[in-house]
Antibody, heavy 123, light 108 residues
C-alpha cells in the first residue's frame, strides 16, 4: 500500500523559512516523479512544485519561484520542500503527491496523496 | 496562464446523474484528470486521461472531453459521492499543472 506522510509544517513569521518533508513507502520511490500541491483552507488546489525521479527535471509555480526549493533523497525514500521568504498567501495545507510516471511530463497526474502538513504564516 | 473554470456547486438527488463541467481554451486537446475530495480528506484520483478509471473507482464515474469543455459524469448518485471535485491539466505554455476552481457536489 502506498503511503505518503508529510511533516515539518508549523507556525512561522512572515519572511521566515520552513522545510517540509514527505516520507514515502509501499512503492519503488526512485521510479516516480513527485509533486507538492497546496490548498488554502476552504479554497482550491494549487500545484507548487515537481521533481523527476532522478532530480533532473524540476518545476515551480510562478507564485513560489525563487522562494521555494524542491529536492529528494532516493536513498531515504523522502521528498522535501524548502520554503523561504514566507508570505501570508503561502499559508496552506501542503500535500505530497505521487506521479504516475517518472518524469513529471505533460500527461502527469497524481495517483496517491498524503494527508498534508499545515503551514501557518502569521506574526 | 491557463484557466480552468468549474461551476461552484451542483446539486443532485440520489439516483440521478450529476454532470460537472470544466471549461478551458481548447481543453479537448489536453489530457484531463479528475479528483474527488471529501471533507477533511486528501484528494483521490477518480478519472485520468479524460475517461479512464483507476482501480477501485465505481463504473458510475465517467469522463469526456471535447472542444472547450471536459465533463465528469456521476451516474446513479449516492450520498457517499458528496464531495468537492477538481479537474486538472498540464499547461504546456507555462510548463505547470493547473487545477480547476472546484465544484461542490451536494446530494439532496
Amino acid at each position: 500500500e502506498v503511503q505518503l506522510v508529510e511533516s515539518g509544517g508549523g507556525l512561522v513569521k512572515p519572511g521566515g523559512s520552513l522545510r517540509l518533508s514527505c516520507a514515502a513507502s509501499g512503492f519503488t520511490f526512485d521510479d516516480y516523479a513527485m509533486h507538492w500541491v497546496r490548498q488554502t483552507p476552504g479554497k482550491g488546489l494549487e500545484w507548487v512544485s515537481s521533481i523527476s525521479w532522478n532530480s533532473n527535471k524540476i518545476g515551480y509555480a510562478d507564485s513560489v519561484k525563487g522562494r521555494v526549493t524542491i529536492s529528494r533523497d532516493n536513498a531515504k525514500n523522502s521528498l522535501y520542500l524548502q520554503l523561504n521568504s514566507l508570505r501570508a498567501e503561502d499559508m496552506a495545507l501542503y500535500y505530497c503527491a505521487k506521479d504516475i510516471g517518472g518524469t513529471a511530463a505533460g500527461t502527469s497526474h497524481f495517483d496517491n496523496w498524503g494527508q498534508g502538513t499545515l503551514v501557518t504564516v502569521s506574526s | 496562464s491557463y484557466v480552468l473554470t468549474q461551476p461552484p456547486s451542483v446539486s443532485v438527488a440520489p439516483g440521478e446523474t450529476a454532470r460537472i463541467s470544466c471549461g478551458g481554451d481548447n481543453i479537448g486537446s489536453k489530457s484531463v484528470h479528475w479528483y474527488q475530495q471529501k471533507p477533511g480528506q486528501a484528494p483521490v484520483l477518480v478519472i485520468y486521461y479524460d475517461r479512464d478509471r483507476p482501480s477501485g473507482i465505481p463504473e458510475r464515474f465517467s469522463g469526456s472531453n471535447s472542444g472547450n469543455t471536459a465533463t465528469l459524469t456521476i451516474s446513479r448518485v449516492e450520498a457517499g459521492d458528496e464531495a468537492d471535485y477538481y479537474c486538472q491539466v498540464w499547461d504546456r505554455s507555462s510548463d505547470s499543472y493547473v487545477f480547476g476552481t472546484g465544484t461542490k457536489v451536494t446530494v439532496l
